[in-house]
């Protein structure tokens, strides 16, 4: 049995949003009720899985993701690579912070979450758009990751945002 090619080549699309379903359904379901009345405690659990955005240093390894048939240049591989590891060590700096109750530790999380974001917005965007040319081009490694990893990540800074701007007083309280 074969597949329609249009469905092929929108599979990555179907799994990210799938992704983006469960991750939102696992923090509202699991993650929420366990840290809603600790606006550090919040942060710092939704800021860990960031700790592993060094794994976008892959796009330095063609081998492991082989996304150059796509027409990205090494330079910009390099700027997605370099953009997700300042954002790891972003987020490990805001962590650390928080956890430590260092004076701004709020605005480092801001500024991890901006920079963050910012990286998605160049980078991400732009791998989903061109997979769909080629949806097998980023070899399996690179599919976990946009499609598990990178949906994950994206939830993660929606509700870090969430959280920065609530008003509510329970998700506001320290420990």
Same mark, same amino acid.
């Given at each position: 049995? #074969? $597949?329609?090619?249009?469905?092929?080549?929108?599979?990555?699309?179907?799994?990210?949003?799938?992704?983006?379903?469960?991750? #939102?359904?696992?923090?509202?379901?699991?993650?929420?009720?366990?840290?809603?009345? /600790?606006? /550090?405690?919040?942060?710092?659990?939704?800021?860990?899985?960031?700790?592993?955005? @060094?794994?976008? $240093?892959?796009?330095?390894?063609? &081998?492991?993701?082989?996304? *150059?048939?796509?027409?990205?240049?090494?330079? @910009?591989?390099? *700027?997605?690579?370099?953009?997700?590891?300042?954002?790891? &060590?972003?987020? $490990?700096?805001?962590?650390?912070?928080?956890?430590?109750?260092?004076?701004?530790?709020? $605005?480092?999380?801001?500024?991890?979450?901006?920079?963050?974001?910012?990286?998605?917005?160049?980078? =991400?965007?732009?791998?989903?758009?061109?997979?769909?040319? /080629?949806?097998?081009?980023?070899?399996?490694? =690179?599919?976990?990751?946009? #499609?598990?990893?990178?949906?994950? %990540?994206?939830?993660?800074?929606?509700?870090?945002?969430?959280? %920065? %701007?609530?008003? /509510?007083?329970?998700?506001?309280?320290?420990?």
């Amino acid at each position: 049995m #074969t $597949l329609d090619p249009l469905i092929v080549s929108n599979l990555h699309v179907v799994s990210a949003a799938l992704a983006i379903i469960s991750w #939102t359904t696992i923090y509202f379901v699991f993650v929420r009720p366990a840290v809603a009345h /600790d606006r /550090d405690l919040h942060l710092k659990v939704l800021i860990a899985p960031h700790l592993f955005r @060094y794994l976008g $240093l892959i796009t330095f390894f063609p &081998v492991l993701f082989p996304v *150059q048939s796509l027409g990205f240049s090494p330079e @910009y591989l390099a *700027q997605i690579g370099l953009g997700d590891a300042i954002s790891g &060590v972003l987020a $490990l700096i805001a962590l650390i912070a928080l956890d430590v109750r260092m004076p701004g530790a709020v $605005l480092l999380v801001w500024i991890f979450n901006i920079v963050g974001m910012a990286d998605f917005a160049n980078a =991400g965007l732009s791998m989903m758009g061109k997979l769909s040319a /080629d949806p097998s081009s980023v070899g399996p490694l =690179g599919w976990v990751l946009l #499609t598990l990893y990178l949906p994950m %990540l994206t939830v993660s800074h929606f509700v870090i945002f969430w959280v %920065l %701007l609530s008003r /509510d007083s329970a998700s506001a309280k320290p420990a």
